[in-house]
């Protein structure tokens, strides 16, 4: 078991399951459905599922790669924790999970279940053929909020989009810091990246805009739905946070680059869905 979460680098998950949670009580809280533990339950399901199958594809698929790229030889396969065969079944028996799971929440999630797939598992290739690999992440992750949403109502709704993009841009943006790390090797292995297409400054000041987006994203919802004090509090701790990781990491200084990827965003996720959350609460 240790070393399957270790595949799929279980603790990332603290990045988009906050914001699965935001769509689901954004759902109980603001239409006539109630809230029931057992779609709780299977939307968490769901997003375990989808993730570890995204996560072991990509090393999966990377393996080759991962085992050149001196940052990278230590992930499992390279290492020969974890064989190839094994990853690719644990991906496979983690997409029928997927699929299974959503079968019995409502015939909407069911039906869009493949296209979920679709995305998650085909990021994993992009960065073979295009730059824009980061926000083909950000759009992967950025389904657990429309999707938890869904989960609890079978339709979709703009709010909850609002939050999606908020999630696509604050990715794509802090996977484009996370790869300034390779950009040297992206470069010498034919792989693409904003790094190595943009270069290091052109590369934070893109990641940097992305973040303007998403903090946008995360304001428009005060416009379409009641929200609370707590809720503005939460906007203000999550922008923070997004200057605050902008200041760890400079084109001549990437010391810093893993805490701002891992610390900064795993807080700013967490505690911004805390605010949401108790916000809610207390409009109650």
């Given at each position: 078991?240790?070393?399957?979460?270790?595949?799929?680098?279980?603790?990332?998950?603290?990045?988009?399951?906050?914001?699965?949670?935001?769509?689901?009580?954004?759902?109980?809280?603001t239409t006539s459905y109630h809230f029931e533990w057992q779609k709780l339950v299977m939307m968490v399901f769901c997003m375990v599922f989808a993730r570890n199958s995204a996560m072991a594809?990509?090393?999966?698929?990377?393996r080759d790669i991962d085992i050149k790229n001196p940052r990278t030889k230590q992930r499992?396969?390279?290492?020969?924790?974890?064989?190839?065969?094994?990853?690719?079944?644990?991906?496979?028996?983690?997409?029928?999970?997927?699929?299974?799971?959503t079968w019995f929440i409502n015939?909407?999630?069911?039906?869009?279940?493949?296209?979920?797939?679709?995305?998650?598992l085909g990021y994993s290739a992009t960065k073979r053929f295009t730059a824009l690999c980061h926000l083909v992440l950000g759009l992967g992750l950025s389904l657990a909020p429309i999707g938890a949403y869904l989960v609890v109502t079978g339709q979709f709704a703009l709010t909850p989009l609002f939050f999606s993009l908020a999630v696509l841009c604050w990715v794509s943006g802090?996977?484009?810091?996370?790869?300034?790390?390779?950009?040297?090797?992206?470069?010498?292995?034919?792989?693409?990246?904003?790094?190595?297409?943009?270069?290091?400054?052109?590369a934070?000041?893109?990641s940097t805009f992305l973040h303007i987006l998403s903090a946008s994203f995360v304001i428009m919802p005060i416009f379409f739905t009641h929200v609370g004090v707590l809720y503005?509090?939460?906007?203000?701790?999550?922008?923070?946070m997004l200057i605050y990781q902008h200041l760890l990491v400079k084109p001549n200084d990437l010391s810093r680059v893993n805490f701002a990827f891992m610390t900064t965003n795993g807080i700013a996720s967490v505690v911004f869905a805390v605010f949401f959350l108790l916000d809610r609460i207390f409009l109650k």
């Open positions: 078991m240790k070393k399957y979460l270790s595949l799929v680098t279980f603790s990332h998950t603290i990045f988009a399951m906050p914001f699965a949670f935001i769509g689901f009580f954004l759902a109980v809280t594809f990509n090393r999966y698929l990377d499992d396969i390279p290492a020969g924790r974890i064989s190839p065969a094994a990853a690719l079944t644990f991906t496979i028996s983690n997409c029928l999970l997927f699929i299974g799971t015939p909407l999630c069911f039906y869009l279940s493949p296209v979920a797939l679709l995305v998650v802090f996977d484009i810091i996370y790869a300034l790390q390779d950009e040297d090797f992206d470069r010498s292995e034919n792989l693409h990246s904003i790094p190595a297409w943009l270069g290091k400054v052109n934070l000041r893109l503005y509090v939460g906007i203000l701790f999550f922008c923070a």
